[in-house]
């Protein structure tokens, strides 16, 4: 199984500034076929579902804002906030989609400081 | 709009069986695969399995923890996907959610999920 590891397990950040959150596995999440790194981001807020944030690694889903940004190949992948909405307080998972069992980071809890 | 809604959770006793629906609304269903996930109280998400679509043969994988206890299946004409779980253990205790699946593994759409609370 792919281990995915987040960093940090929680951040406080203020209002408007930027957010940095890591993730990274075990193996290379990069499919050498088609150059495509199979990871997501999500973010889920209390009591709803998950929402895809970022897929292939740094593809924006439609209608996410773009102070969301992802990036990295591989093994190491980053969420970039830029400046930080009270909105964006939730926690974010990555995903890797490579090979199954899908699995998760412990996620990262981003809170207003 | 793309919709899914999940029904059938509950509480149930250890041993038992129980059985979750994923209904879907706003696209055809059939040109997507199913993944199914779930969510403990106050803990990460877990895979549990998908179903592909017609197109890919409509095959299933689970993962190692509810093999041979949870069997997923679709039927297209209905747009919904079910979950059967059987033999449920306390640890099978959890929010499940059905998502789309897009063909590379990505879960795009998520529903709102169903909690499924295993207890005696």
């Known amino acids: 199984d792919i281990v995915m590891t987040q960093s940090p397990d929680s951040l406080a950040v203020s209002l408007g500034a930027g957010a940095t959150i890591n993730c990274k596995s075990s193996?290379?999440?990069?499919?050498?076929?088609?150059?495509?790194?199979?990871l997501a981001w999500y973010q889920q807020k209390p009591g709803q579902p998950p929402k895809l944030l970022v897929f292939w690694a740094s593809t924006r889903e439609s209608g996410v804002p773009d102070r969301f940004s992802g990036s990295g190949s591989g093994t190491d992948f980053t969420l970039t906030i830029s400046s930080l909405q009270a909105e964006d307080v939730a926690v974010y998972y990555c995903?890797?989609?490579?090979?199954?069992?899908?699995?998760f980071g412990q996620g990262t809890r981003l809170e207003i400081k | 709009e793309v919709q899914l809604v999940e029904s059938g959770g509950g509480l149930v006793q250890p041993g038992r069986s129980l059985s979750l629906s994923c209904t879907g609304s706003g696209f055809t269903f059939g040109d997507y695969g199913v993944n199914w996930f779930r969510q403990a109280p106050g803990k990460g998400l877990e895979w549990v399995g998908f179903?592909?679509?017609?197109?890919?043969?409509?095959?299933?994988q689970y993962a190692a923890s509810v093999k041979g206890r949870f069997t997923i299946s679709r039927d297209d004409s209905k747009s919904i996907a079910y979950l059967q779980m059987d033999s449920l253990k306390i640890e099978d205790t959890a929010m499940y959610y059905c998502?789309?699946?897009?063909?590379?593994?990505?879960?795009?759409?998520w529903g709102q999920g169903t909690l499924v609370t295993v207890s005696s």
């Open positions: 995903q890797q989609y490579y090979s199954t069992p899908y699995t």
């Open positions: 998502t789309t699946e897009t063909g590379s593994g990505l879960s795009d759409y």
């Open positions: 193996q290379s999440v990069l499919y050498s076929s088609n150059s495509k790194n199979y």
């Open positions: 179903i592909r679509r017609e197109a890919y043969g409509v095959t299933t």
